[in-house]
């Protein structure tokens, strides 16, 4: 399974309420979430910050 989020809370803006998100992740706020659905983590990365220069 591939899972996509926003990441870095900090970066919250205009651009998420547009999209309706609520909150961002960091590595340590989804891992806990999805350890408490019993998901495993097997691999992770970051990816795609270009979108947050342009929200700014």
């Known amino acids: 399974m591939l899972i996509t989020v926003p990441?870095?809370?900090a970066l919250f803006s205009l651009h998420d309420?547009?999209?309706k998100?609520?909150?961002r992740y960091d590595y340590k706020s989804l891992y806990n979430v999805?350890?408490?659905a019993e998901y495993k983590i097997t691999d992770w990365s970051y990816?795609?910050?270009v979108s947050?220069?342009?929200d700014v």
């Open 47 to 49: 990816f795609t910050l």
């Open 21 to 23: 998100h609520f909150r």
């Open 52 to 54: 947050y220069y342009f």
């Open 7 to 9: 990441a870095f809370q």
């Open 17 to 19: 309420v547009q999209l």
């Open 34 to 36: 999805l350890e408490q």
